[in-house]
């Protein structure tokens, strides 16, 4: 039985119920009344000619009622039946919306905009459909960058094993052949371990070891080992601290976040090198970072924090990677409470400024 027959057959029933009750009660009601005022107080010698007119009175009364009752069924049952219709019909197109999206048609969207409970669950499962969609776009996305990401670095190892089975190379070139193929298989271990952090990172499963840190401290570490990566490029890092800011949080989680910005920082500059300051504001301990790089362009900058976004397609092709770096810097820098925020032009540089809970030192 379906639900609309059910939704009838119920509301048929409260309309005999209703019926059946009212009649009842008033029928009693008029027989009590009709044998207090026509037979008891009908005068004496009158009987014969009052008593039999008014019981068939009484009795046009009864099926009058009785007339109306169903009278009221038939109108109640076809009112019954267009209110089931208004009512199941939202349902209806919800129903034939999951089967939709059933099929992977989450372009699909509900058209109820009523301000009831149902209005309510349309918008619900519109919200879901559009999130659903956000999602296999960054599936596709993702096999799209790891397809593409893995056969570059794979076709490298192939060609340069081939060149190591081949005696013709001296032994100098096979050593060459060997650091690439190292490099290249570094590569693809980074973007394995990228991908297992962002696991890591949506299943909630990861835990800050959570202490007191001095940030000037790490700040120091983590350039003090990005220097080396500078070096190779011809850049500089230079640094600038206020007094010591304390933060809680995790030591290690901080410098993966710092790591993160000063690689991407490297990465997208050619000439001259990254600025680094750490500070204070009247509640958070602050760290800029600031390149002279080729800069992001201002359509991109909103969307430059989602996952497996890489913007400019050239650029990518260039430095690789997934587009996931900086998913994890926002989602590590929110698990400390913090916020961060990003000011680039183009061919002017690019400034990511995070923002931590300040401690009392």
């Not at 371990?193 to 959570?210: A, G, Q």
């Amino acid at each position: 039985m379906s639900f609309k027959v059910k939704l009838i057959l119920s509301y048929i029933l409260l309309i005999i119920v209703v019926i059946f009750f009212t009649g009842f009660f008033v029928n009693i009601f008029i027989g009590r009344n009709f044998n207090q005022i026509i037979i008891h107080e009908t005068p004496a010698g009158f009987e014969v000619f009052m008593v039999p007119h008014a019981k068939r009175f009484l009795a046009a009364i009864r099926f009058s009622l009785m007339l109306v009752s169903i009278i009221a069924i038939i109108i109640g049952t076809l009112i019954a039946f267009f209110i089931s219709r208004f009512t199941t019909n939202p349902i209806k197109e919800m129903v034939e919306f999951s089967k939709r999206i059933e099929r992977g048609n989450y372009s699909a969207r509900i058209n109820i905009n009523t301000n009831d409970e149902i209005g309510g669950l349309a918008k619900a499962l519109n919200h879901m459909a559009e999130h659903l969609s956000e999602i296999e776009k960054m599936r596709k996305t993702l096999v799209q960058n790891v397809s593409h990401d893995l056969r570059t670095p794979l076709a490298v190892i192939k060609g340069y094993l081939e060149t190591l089975n081949d005696e013709a190379f001296t032994n100098e070139e096979k050593e060459r052949s060997m650091q690439i193929i190292k490099n290249e298989t570094e590569r693809m271990e980074s973007m394995l371990e990228e991908l297992s952090e962002l696991s890591l990172i949506d299943s909630k499963k990861y835990k800050l070891n959570l202490e007191k840190i001095n940030l000037n401290e790490v700040v120091s570490e983590t350039v003090e080992i990005m220097k080396i990566e500078a070096e190779k490029k011809g850049l500089f890092l230079k640094m600038e601290q206020d007094r010591a800011s304390y933060i809680l949080a995790d030591k290690k989680r901080i410098k993966e976040i710092l790591m993160n910005l000063l690689s991407n920082a490297i990465k997208f500059t050619e000439k001259g090198g990254v600025y680094i300051r750490s500070y204070q504001d009247e509640k958070n301990a602050v760290i800029s970072i600031k390149d002279t790089g080729k800069g992001i362009a201002k359509e991109e900058i909103p969307h430059i924090f989602e996952r497996f976004y890489r913007g400019e397609k050239s650029r990518s092709a260039k430095t690789g990677g997934l587009g996931i770096g900086l998913t994890i810097v926002r989602e590590l820098v929110y698990a400390h409470k913090g916020r961060i925020k990003i000011k680039s032009k183009l061919n002017k540089g690019t400034e990511f400024k995070v923002y931590f809970p300040k401690l009392s030192s």
